[in-house]
């Protein structure tokens, strides 16, 4: 099914471990987006990705890694996690070559919890 | 910097109109846009504008005045399946800042 998919969509882990959320897009857009949602702050951009190999820091990236090896994926990675990353996380993605540049399709999203 | 202002929640009866206000401040803007988010779900577009105006999509409107750095959702015929949470947003330098987003709740 075409779209943009999140996994896990639920995810429980421990202070200090690795974790890594997968975002795949199927439309082919150019840009992806990982975003994180918590009471009062509404979305805040955490890290983007306007090609394959091309990543750039949003407004809260310090404990997040990014890569994008492929057009379709945008893996997010918390290298040592920590309880102030308890959040939900969304991937979003962005076709600015359609003229649409301001439309964003978000995927369902993942409810990170760290303990 | 930049920063969006929008009420914290709104509450009004199915049948109604609704106007949802956002106050912003950035350093380069492209355009405003309008999201929809139920609870537990993933925001959704709703409406655009670039320019100063109305843009009008079915119930819903959006208005920008870029010299007042403002805009707002206008919801008509409100409907139970509106109550949600909208957020206005702020597209500049190939990044989208969002306001922290206004509860709707819809009484019958």
């Known amino acids: 099914d075409a779209g943009i998919t999140q996994s896990p969509r639920y995810k429980i882990t421990e202070t200090g471990r690795q974790v890594t959320l997968m975002c795949h897009q199927t439309w082919s857009h150019s840009y992806m987006f990982w975003y994180r949602q918590d009471l009062g702050h509404g979305l805040r951009l955490i890290y983007y990705?306007?090609?394959?190999?091309?990543?750039d820091k949003g407004e809260v990236p310090d404990g997040y890694v990014v890569s994008r090896s492929k057009t379709e994926n945008f893996p997010l990675t918390l290298e040592s996690a920590t309880r102030s990353q308890t959040s939900v996380y969304f991937c979003a993605s962005n076709d600015q070559r359609t003229g649409v540049l301001n439309i964003q399709y978000f995927g369902a999203g993942t409810r990170l919890s760290v303990l | 910097g930049q920063s969006l202002e929008q009420p914290s929640e709104v509450t009004a009866v199915e049948g109604a109109i609704v106007q949802i206000n956002c106050t912003y401040q950035t350093s380069g803007f492209y355009g405003l846009s309008w999201y929809q988010q139920h609870d537990g779900g993933a925001p959704t577009f709703l409406s655009y504008n670039a320019l100063d105006g109305l843009e009008e999509t079915g119930r819903f409107s959006s208005f920008l005045s870029r010299s007042d750095s403002y805009g707002y959702l206008l919801l008509q015929e409100l409907q139970m399946k509106d109550s949600a949470s909208y957020f206005c947003a702020v597209y500049n330098f190939n990044k989208f800042y969002f306001g922290s987003g206004t509860k709707l709740n819809v009484k019958p």
């Open positions: 990705s306007a090609a394959a190999d091309i990543t």
